[in-house]
């Protein structure tokens, strides 16, 4: 269709053998801003850590440390 898709995912799991959602660190937030602030990522969905909610880089890191020098 011609779209670029990025997108990320962290999953952990428990000993329980349970999966969580983790939001991604602050080292995969950085790499995934090379693609732009509209990349979404998943975050646990705060009443249930085994699913998840999308938000974009800027919704989940809206103080990003490059908005003084963007054009």
């Given amino acids: 269709m011609g ?3 990025v997108a990320s995912v962290c999953v952990g799991r428990d000993l329980d053998g349970k999966f969580d959602i983790i ?3 602050g080292i995969c937030q950085e790499r995934l801003w ?3 602030e509209n990349v979404e990522v998943a975050i646990p969905d705060e ?6 909610v999308r938000k ?3 919704e989940v890191s809206p103080h990003y440390w490059n908005g ?4």
């Fill in 34 to 36: 090379f693609w732009g």
């Fill in 3 to 5: 779209e670029k898709i």
């Fill in 23 to 25: 939001a991604p660190c």
């Fill in 56 to 58: 974009t880089l800027s």
């Fill in 68 to 71: 003084p020098y963007k054009d």
């Fill in 47 to 52: 009443n249930d850590t085994t699913k998840w």
